[in-house]
């Protein structure tokens, strides 16, 4: 499956103005997602087009909102599993402390 990743979409919410909520309101999408999203998770092209026009963009500005602020769609298996290898690792480590 096809993810993005929206690594700015913090500082660039924050730079329109707009909390979590007031996003997650415009984008039709739960603030939790957005909160998930802001701290690393992945998300499905169709949540990143719902952002894209959350944050008051047309889809014609996706390549521009692709570079900046979502950063590069994974499409590599390598990608992917390296991702999933890193999770995993986290999620070790995390146990370990508790």
Not at 58 to 69: A, C, I, P, Q, T
Request: proline share 3%; glycine share 4%; hydrophobic share 35%.
């Amino acid at each position: 499956m096809t993810t993005l990743r929206l690594n700015n979409l913090s500082e660039f919410r924050e730079q329109r103005l707009m909390s979590r909520a007031e996003l997650a309101r415009k984008a039709e999408i739960s603030p939790l997602t957005i909160l998930k999203i802001e701290n690393g998770q992945r998300c499905r092209p169709e949540t990143a087009r719902k952002i894209i026009l959350g944050l008051g963009y047309s889809l014609e500005d996706r390549d521009y909102l692709l570079h900046e602020v979502l950063g590069p769609v994974s499409t590599s298996d390598d990608e992917e599993e390296a991702v999933k290898d890193k999770a995993s690792r986290a999620q070790k480590t995390r146990k370990k402390a508790s």
